[in-house]
């Protein structure tokens, strides 16, 4: 079983709906990240944690917003899609070494927004 | 601001060609740099990573070395297979401790038979 689930997978959505990606990890870390990649831009940081009470932004959360119900889960939620955020979301997850981390990246959800 | 920049793909080569793609990056403090890759309908997993000048990363006969002179992490391969196709992204970690990671942009590899 993958360490790192994201669910769903793919997803189509149309302008101003709410929705919320999921993630899940068994690795049993306290660090998780939620990035979103975009073509010739590479990975950017939308939020991250580093326990269930410790919720931060990243370089582009405008739009975004996040929950942390437990320390294997970390959501992400979309309160009222537009098309600019059409992109691949991948949650990842990191043991806490500092610098020297790896993170372990989930599969990734594909968000259409029409 | 920290930032990583690569060199535009997409790269396409015969099997058993040497792979070179460039990576330089800009960080305050000492990062440690990590070279990821993307194969096709998955997410990344590492590649390879070094935590201190000169250090040199290896895996999969995939090979970089942190040069802070040149403030490089270059990705080589001696020998690359179809297997390899794939998107490589450069990255280095934020010099706030946080573990955050700031990526290139990624540069598409196309190994052809």
């Known amino acids: 079983d993958a360490d790192v689930t994201q669910t769903p997978r793919n997803r189509i959505t149309k302008t101003g709906k709410r929705i919320m990606l999921e993630c899940s990890q068994t690795k049993g870390h306290d660090r998780m990240y939620w990035y979103r990649q975009d073509p010739g831009l590479g990975l950017r940081l939308i939020y991250y944690?580093?326990?269930?009470?410790?919720?931060n932004k990243g370089e582009i959360s405008d739009g975004y917003s996040v929950s942390r119900q437990a320390q294997a889960k970390f959501s992400l939620s979309l309160e009222s899609a537009i098309p600019n955020q059409t992109a691949l979301y991948f949650c990842a997850t990191s043991g806490g070494q500092g610098i020297q981390e790896t993170q372990y990246f989930g599969p990734g959800t594909r968000l259409l927004v029409l | 601001g920290d930032s990583v920049t690569q060199m535009e793909g997409p790269v396409t080569l015969s099997e058993e060609a040497f792979l070179t793609i460039n990576c330089t990056y800009t960080?305050?403090?000492?990062?440690?740099l990590f070279w990821y890759v993307q194969y096709p309908g998955e997410g990344l997993q590492l590649l390879l990573k070094a935590t201190k000048a000169d250090d040199k990363g290896s895996n999969k006969g995939f090979e970089a070395t942190y040069r802070k002179e040149t403030t490089s992490f270059h990705l080589e391969k001696g020998s690359v297979q179809v297997s390899d196709s794939a998107v490589y992204f450069c990255?280095?970690?934020?010099?706030?401790?946080?573990?955050?990671?700031?990526f290139g942009q990624g540069t598409t590899l196309q190994v052809k038979p």
């Open positions: 990255a280095l970690s934020d010099s706030s401790n946080t573990g955050k990671l700031i």
């Open positions: 960080a305050t403090g000492y990062p440690s």
């Open positions: 944690s580093f326990d269930v009470k410790d919720i």
